[in-house]
């Protein structure tokens, strides 16, 4: 099952450079205007409280410093809004049991946010054959039980593959450049 936060909290990916790095950084260097990113934490914590996120929220990230930073973000704007959060880097830890999912400590893995970005997913489904005793990212988000909290459908405009086709519909439209397929 997948879900979405109201809006496009769930889509930024550079939420800790937005929401803290950037300000920061502005201060530091005395740049006149406003910060950009002065509101991202308390709306992301806003609507991370309008959601039903039931029990623990289990933050998968892959094996790299600035994924974990962003999981490690979204963790405590969700915790700030009273969801119960564990990170699990990569796969580790995770098994399935009886045809559900459940982490190293014994507690069933229901709700998950991701750092991957879909096509990961596509491509670790379409090229790994299935294996009762190796679990993979796939195995995880697609399984029927696990609910993501990111939708499906952001693989579409986050594909490259998709501009060919925009300029297809769309032919010398401003805000588009020239795209094929070769």
């Not at 006149?32 to 509101?39: F, K, L, Q, T, V």
């Not at 806003?46 to 039931?54: K, L, N, S, Y």
């Not at 559900?100 to 491509?123: I, L, M, P, Q, Y």
């Not at 039980?145 to 010398?172: D, S, Y």
Request: with cysteine; aromatic share 10%; glycine share 6%.
């Amino acid at each position: 099952m997948l879900r979405s936060l109201v809006g496009s909290e769930m889509c930024i990916r550079d939420s800790f450079e937005a929401g803290s790095t950037q300000g920061r950084w502005g201060e530091a260097v005395r740049l006149a205007g406003r910060d950009a990113g002065e509101n991202v934490w308390s709306d992301l914590v806003e609507a991370w409280r309008g959601t039903d996120v039931q029990g623990t929220m289990h933050l998968m990230h892959d094996d790299d410093v600035e994924e974990r930073y962003h999981a490690l973000y979204m963790k405590a704007a969700a915790e700030a809004a009273g969801i119960r959060c564990k990170l699990v880097c990569l796969v580790d830890g995770l098994c399935l049991v009886d045809g559900a999912v459940f982490d190293v400590h014994g507690e069933r893995v229901r709700t998950v946010w991701k750092t991957w970005a879909w096509e990961t997913v596509f491509e670790q489904y379409s090229n790994e054959s299935p294996s009762e005793n190796v679990l993979n990212v796939a195995d995880v988000l697609l399984h029927p039980t696990v609910q993501v909290w990111e939708p499906l459908w952001t693989c579409i405009p986050n594909n490259k593959a998709i501009l060919p086709i925009l300029w297809e519909l769309f032919p010398n439209h401003r805000n588009l450049l020239r795209a094929e397929f070769v």
